[in-house]
């Protein structure tokens, strides 16, 4: 099967080494790829949201099947964009239509499908320039602390947690007068803080039935022990320890089921993952937020973790037969470390040479590369999370190890990662960097 997939991330190459592992898979292309992806398939210089281009290459491929990534190219209907051309429409294509990808692109869409479908969240009120100064008097009364979402997608960076009310005012001015955000914060929403720990759960859905995928923890935050500024992800581990299978039913029950059963209700075209962002709250789970992809880093742990072929899912998943496979799991650890560029989430160069990649890992470690690219035959640095190092063990702290063990002999200018990520599920990691 002539496959594409779109995307140049860490969850991308992940998702190519696990394709380009299945008997189906002849050949595979990813567009754009980075450095790590072409170990896997052959790369192609498309940009992820020029539709037109996508779709001429498709033809002139004969690509059989599509998987998407990233999500702009979802919330921006890509796969409407297929379903409405004759050329591509019998594609098999692994990613929801624009409608059920606003689950991701619209915290409100996302919101209201919750309150219609009984799935338990945070309770919330949406604003905008119409309903400012209501918005300014909700905010200033709301307990604390109180949480602000932009409403549209924001690279992961439109989540404010306010601790003041002082704080919440002016970040809420910020947001909808100043378009802190641009257009993903012309409208708020406002919602209460829930104290917890929290997990990503995901499943591969055909719109009708699901199979649930292991689920992972990250680490947003730069500094050890969870400090400092958010990113886009700092290292994950899988499976988490407090997702026990008495909270894993109720997350079925309250949220998996109602949600997939909402979307077949709705008529709602959705063939692929689902991520679910959760938070234990004295052992009931609540929805943050819904993603309309795989998670990343997560995917660097989950998907080392599937036994079962990946493509033979997705195309069940794309004739609605998902009820007639099995999915096996891996049931060692995983553990997934991100480095980064000096400065990341802030500013950061690029292009530093990276060397140690090609130290023999072993079968049970992988190098799964994000922000890389190579010229003449060099592997350099392009962007803030570089790569990360995924390893199997026994339990968490094993798994740690290796994935450091490794990181230690991988280096470029202002190298910089996590010697912690996993730590609450441990006595400690044995090696310090």
């Not at 500094?223 to 997350?251: C, I, Q, R, W, Y």
């Amino acid at each position: 099967m002539r496959i594409l997939l779109l995307g140049s991330g860490g969850r991308e190459h992940a998702l190519a080494w696990k394709i380009n592992e299945s008997v189906w898979t002849n050949p595979l292309y990813i567009a754009p790829g980075n450095a790590g992806t072409v170990q896997c398939g052959k790369n192609i210089s498309l940009d992820i949201t020029d539709f037109d281009a996508i779709g001429k290459f498709c033809i002139s491929e004969k690509i059989e099947m599509i998987v998407v990534g990233p999500e702009e190219p979802l919330v921006n209907g890509l796969y409407d964009h297929f379903k409405a051309s004759d050329d591509l429409q019998k594609i098999y294509f692994i990613g929801p239509s624009k409608n059920g990808a606003q689950l991701e692109g619209s915290k409100a869409f996302a919101k209201a499908f919750m309150k219609r479908h009984n799935i338990p969240t945070a309770r919330h009120q949406e604003f905008d320039s119409s309903n400012f100064e209501e918005g300014v008097h909700y905010v200033k009364e709301h307990a604390l602390p109180v949480v602000l979402k932009a409403d549209g997608l924001a690279a992961g960076k439109g989540v404010i947690i306010c601790h003041t009310s002082v704080e919440a005012v002016s970040e809420f001015e910020l947001m909808i007068q100043k378009a802190k955000f641009g257009e993903a914060s012309r409208k708020v929403v406002v919602e209460e803080f829930l104290n917890g720990i929290e997990l990503s759960v995901f499943v591969l859905t055909d719109g009708k039935n699901y199979l649930l995928l292991p689920e992972a923890k990250d680490y947003k935050r730069i500094g050890e022990g969870d400090t400092g500024l958010n990113t886009g992800g700092m290292g994950a581990v899988s499976p988490v320890p407090f997702a026990t299978p008495g909270f894993m039913h109720k997350v079925e029950e309250r949220i998996i089921k109602p949600t997939i059963a909402g979307l077949h209700e709705e008529g709602i075209d959705y063939k692929g993952f689902l991520f679910f962002g959760l938070i234990n709250v004295n052992g009931e789970p609540f929805v943050i937020e819904y993603n309309c992809r795989m998670g990343d880093p997560e995917a660097e742990v989950v998907i080392p973790r599937l036994e079962t072929d990946l493509v033979g899912l997705f195309v069940a998943a794309t004739q609605q037969e998902l009820d007639t496979v099995k999915l096996r799991v891996d049931e060692r650890s995983s553990v997934t470390v991100m480095a980064v560029s000096h400065g990341y989430p802030g500013n950061y160069e690029k292009g530093f040479e990276i060397t140690g990649l090609k130290k023999d890992a072993g079968k049970e470690t992988f190098i799964f590369h994000a922000g890389t690219k190579q010229i003449e035959g060099k592997i350099l640095t392009n962007g803030g999370r570089v790569l990360s190092v995924s390893s199997y063990g026994k339990n968490i702290s094993e798994a740690a190890d290796r994935s450091l063990k490794i990181l230690d002999g991988i280096d470029f200018e202002g190298i910089y990662y996590r010697t912690d990520i996993g730590y609450e599920f441990k006595s400690q990691i044995s090696r310090n960097v």
